[in-house]
């Protein structure tokens, strides 16, 4: 009954499509509306204009959200060749003008458009993305958002205090009024040699359009790894740090803190991944030429400690995918893993060669994913691959939401 | 102890007389119990048919004094059976005047038991041409629209 508590004011009697005055009344249809599994979402909005503009408002779907698991499309793959980025002058590689600096390998039309439209050429580099939304940019310069509902990108006013090398991280946050509100969170990255147990940040916040500078206390030295993809879960970001370690900031705590944990034991992986467990938890994966391995980072009483989820041995995976395997070659190519699903333990993405598939935990079934792009020429080894998901959740163009007053 | 008695009077005139433990499951009708006793209570906006459904419901739902929280599985169960099959017996318009009632008197179990009912009907239908038939619900939108929505979130159609 929360709704109906907070939706009084918009009660009313609007386009009576309906001789129940239940379902005409956004309170009590709201309420029978979060009831329904996410499944049935798609099918519900085509029955009335009335219903779409229901569950495509910000303020149902936080409601829904708080309920229910979201669920995520996967867009395409961002390629981020770390050659390019940050790095002393001297050592960055100049990128090729031919090519793109945020190529994107599409795996939906949406993909599609945004490579034919060139909608992200000028942005920069990707850094990070959240709920769809996406942070790109040129580090010191100009940082862009853009959202894929809107087509529309925003430039982050210019931040104040300037770091030589950095991580970043997008935070977007759903609130039942205004829809997302989002952070952008920059960490100041010295050398190992310079480490310390004071850490620089900056957070932009949408909310105040203001950068707000802090200085984050830590129980020993720390030096976070510049230029990496780290992870945010539910307002916590997580950064690799020097030295095998995660380090671990709650932005939401008052208290400024920074923790550092280390990483579970690896020796020679060539790969390593961050993600988001089913569950909330922070995931952790590794992979070299023969294993990959799966960690999950669970609170136990009062203390974080890695539990292992599940170790994969890539030459027997391919011995119980015989048709994928010939395909691949995979005698012949190295596998690897690529990336986490969104709030997923179920699969992961793993590549070989430029074969990139899904990997399903329980049924050791692998699956192609097909991408556009495949012509585009650059170096696997020297890059990241960042699936890009957008919120699975029904749009309400404009045009449909002058009519009716929610 | 006497148990306090009140009186009832719906929309159209039918007198419930329920004591107090029934009253108090209405978050609406609780206050009433200082004011009112010996008096009748007019419910304006509920009949005498839904009101005598929201009192059986209550007096079903009556909560023992001094039982703990953690009632035996057993009454548990049994009280979720006498619910399913309590909703489910009534036909879709009786249940969407069981809803408007329970949210004005603000009877939170049996606003949610009702609703439940309801979206398990939409959850039972094929499509949303099923859904408006068995809601009763007429479509507003006009082919042109419809298929802008298709096309908007096409993806999740597949």
Same mark, same amino acid.
């Given at each position: ?5 907070r939706?009084k ?8 499509l309906s001789?129940?005055?239940v379902?005409?009344t956004f ?6 509306l979060?009831l329904?599994p ?5 099918k519900?909005?085509?029955?009335s204009k009335?219903w779409?503009q ?5 303020f149902?779907?936080?409601a829904y959200?708080a309920?229910?698991k979201?669920n ?6 961002f390629i981020?060749n770390?050659?390019y980025v940050?790095k ?12 793109s ?7 939906s039309?949406?993909?599609d458009?945004?490579?034919t439209?060139g909608?992200?050429k000028?942005?920069?580099y990707?850094?990070?993305s959240s709920?769809?939304v996406?942070?790109c940019g ?7 958002l853009?959202?894929p509902?809107?087509?529309k990108?925003?430039?982050i006013?210019?931040h ?6 950095v ?8 609130c039942p009024?205004e829809?997302?509100? #989002? ?7 010295v050398?190992y040699?310079a480490?310390s147990?004071k850490?620089r940040v ?6 105040t359009?203001?950068w707000s500078y802090s200085e984050?206390?830590?129980?020993e ?6 230029w990496t993809a780290?992870r ?8 690799y740090?020097?030295?095998g370690?995660?380090?671990?900031y709650?932005?939401?705590d ?8 280390k990483l579970p034991?690896?020796f020679n992986y060539d790969?390593?991944v ?9 995931? #952790?994966g590794w992979?070299n030429?023969s294993v990959?391995?799966?960690?999950e980072?669970e ?12 170790k994969?041995?890539?030459k ?6 015989p048709?994928?395997?010939?395909r691949?070659?995979t ?14 333990s ?7 060669d430029?074969h990139?598939c899904?990997f399903d935990?329980?049924?050791?079934r ?13 170096v696997?080894?020297y890059?990241?691959?960042?699936p #890009?998901f957008?919120?699975s ?12 007053n929610? | 102890?006497?148990?306090e008695?009140?009186?009832l009077?719906?929309?159209d005139g039918?007198?419930f007389?329920?004591d ?9 009708l609780?206050?009433?119990v200082?004011d009112c006793a010996?008096?009748?209570y007019?419910i304006?906006?509920?009949?005498g048919k839904?009101?005598?459904?929201v009192?059986e419901?209550c007096?079903?739902h009556?909560v ?7 009632s035996?599985?057993?009454?548990g169960d049994?009280?979720k059976k006498?619910?399913d099959?309590f909703i489910t017996?009534?036909?879709l ?21 009702a ?6 009907e939409?959850a039972?239908c094929?499509d949303h041409?099923e859904?408006?038939a ?8 006009t082919?042109e629209?419809?298929?802008e929505?298709?096309k ?7």
């Open positions: 009954m929360s709704c109906s508590v939706a004011t918009r009660l009313g009697m609007e386009s009576n001789v129940h005055e379902l005409n309170d009590t249809l709201s309420e029978i979060l329904l996410p499944e049935e979402t798609y519900l909005i085509l029955v009335r779409l229901i569950i495509s408002s910000p149902f779907r936080h959200l309920r229910w979201p995520f499309h996967l867009i395409g793959f981020s770390t050659s940050g002393k002058h001297v050592e960055r590689v100049r990128r090729p003008r031919s090519e600096s945020m190529p994107l390998l599409s795996t039309s949406l993909g458009e945004v490579e439209s909608a992200l000028k942005l920069g990707y850094i990070d709920n769809g996406l942070l040129r580090h010191p310069k100009a940082y862009y853009w959202d509902v809107t087509r990108q925003h430039k006013p210019r104040r205090v300037h770091f030589e090398e991580c970043m991280s997008l935070i977007t946050e759903d009024v829809g997302f509100s #989002y952070k952008v969170v920059r960490g100041e990255c050398s040699a480490q147990s850490v900056e957070i932009y916040s949408s909310k359009t203001t984050l206390a830590c129980n030295a720390v030096s976070l790894t510049p780290g945010v879960i539910k307002g916590v970001v997580y950064w740090a020097t030295g370690k995660v380090a671990i709650d932005t939401e008052e208290e400024k803190r920074i923790d550092v944990i034991k690896t790969e390593q961050l993600g988001e467990s089913s569950d909330g938890c922070l995931q #952790y992979s030429k990959m391995e799966i960690w980072l609170k136990v009483g009062e203390v974080l400690e890695w539990s292992i989820q599940f994969v041995n890539f027997a995976m391919w011995r119980l995918n048709v994928e395997s010939a691949f070659s005698r012949t190519k190295e596998t690897q893993l690529l990336a986490f699903f969104n709030q997923n179920d699969s992961v993405f793993i590549r070989c430029s990139i899904v935990v329980k049924t050791q692998v699956e192609e994913v097909q991408y556009q792009g495949r012509g585009s020429s650059f696997w080894d890059c990241k691959v960042l #890009y957008q919120l959740w029904p749009c309400c163009s404009s045009s449909l939401l002058e009519e009716g929610i | 102890m006497t148990k008695m009140f009186t009077k719906s929309s039918f007198l007389v329920v107090e433990a029934v009253v108090h499951q209405s978050v609406t609780s206050p009433m200082q010996g008096r009748e007019p304006n906006n509920v009949t839904i009101l005598n459904l009192v419901y007096k079903n009556v023992v004094d001094g039982g703990d929280s953690s035996s599985s057993s009454s049994a009280l006498w619910d099959e017996q009534m036909d318009s009786t249940v969407y005047d069981l809803i408007m009632a329970a949210n004005y008197l603000i009877i939170k179990g049996l606003f949610d038991l609703c439940q009912r309801v979206a398990d939409i039972a094929k041409e859904i408006r068995t809601l009763g619900i007429v479509s507003d939108y082919a629209e419809e298929a929505v298709l908007e979130n096409e993806w999740a159609f597949d």
